[in-house]
T-cell receptor, first 115, second 113 residues
Framework: DAKTTQPPSMDCAEGRAANLPCNHS???????VYWYRQIHSQGPQYIIH???NNETNEMASLIITEDRKSSTLILPHATLRDTAVYYC????????????????FGKGTLLTVNP | NAGVMQNPRHLVRRRGQEARLRCSPV?????VYWYRQLPEEGLKFMVY????????ESGMPKERFSAEFPKEGPSILRIQQVVRGDSAAYFC???????????FGPGTRLLVL
């Protein structure tokens, strides 16, 4: 799986949009971009994933650049409960063999939402 | 967390005792994964199981650790003769198929005294 680079920490004001960047310049054509978050003392929570098109769900939006070398997770209206470590992970989806089931968690970005 | 259940949530053991961690996957999911998070570190893959089969245990220590996912009942991660270095949060995840999205449980926090 391709490696990802994220800033170690970010701050955001409550009610504002939080934009979390991720670089994955070595991503392969069949690798998806996944985002999880881990609120303190809880299990990782799946947020969203995408291949090349922008994606949106009830939690967030995922913007992937045209060359797929980077992406941005957008929380449109951050709340205090969004304070967490956010992980960007790239992995293959589909039966391509190998150990693509292993999720590789880096250090992520600690997002702190301030009142 | 889409319904993955883990118990106990907290477990305290003395050195040399056994720890049994249980994981019930999301209903309908037949693939289970265990991850360990040591203090101040990221999650690390331990083992991947399907019903009655261990698919990949490459991330699990060779000794004292074992995992199973029987035909009926939860998946069990068993740690024999625990040592202080086993103190960590153990997370279970499940998916309907191996490359699909994994949903995590709340974790079991093991403290070895």
């Amino acid at each position: 799986d391709a490696k990802t680079t994220q800033p170690p920490s970010m701050d955001c004001a409550e009610g504002r949009a939080a934009n979390l960047p991720c670089n994955h310049s070595t991503i392969s054509g069949n690798e998806y971009v996944y985002w999880y978050r881990q609120i303190h003392s809880q299990g990782p929570q799946y947020i969203i994933h995408g291949l090349k098109n922008n994606e949106t769900n009830e939690m967030a939006s995922l913007i992937i650049t045209e060359d797929r070398k980077s992406s941005t997770l957008i929380l449109p209206h951050a709340t205090l409960r969004d304070t967490a470590v956010y992980y960007c992970i790239v992995r293959v989806e589909g039966n391509s063999g190998g150990s693509n089931y292993k999720l590789t968690f880096g250090k992520g970005t600690l997002l702190t939402v301030n009142p | 967390n889409a319904g993955v259940m883990q118990n106990p949530r907290h477990l305290v053991r003395r050195r040399g005792q056994e720890a049994r961690l249980r994981c019930s996957p999301v209903k309908g999911h037949s693939h289970v994964y265990w991850y360990r998070q040591l203090p101040e570190e990221g999650l690390k893959f331990m083992v991947y199981l399907q019903k009655e089969n261990i698919i990949d245990e490459s991330g699990m220590p060779k000794e004292r650790f074992s995992a199973e996912f029987p035909k009926e009942g939860p998946s069990i991660l068993r740690i024999q003769q625990v040592v202080r270095g086993d103190s960590a949060a153990y997370f279970c995840a499940s998916s309907p198929d191996s490359p699909k999205t994994q949903y995590f449980g709340p974790g079991t926090r093991l403290l070895v005294l």
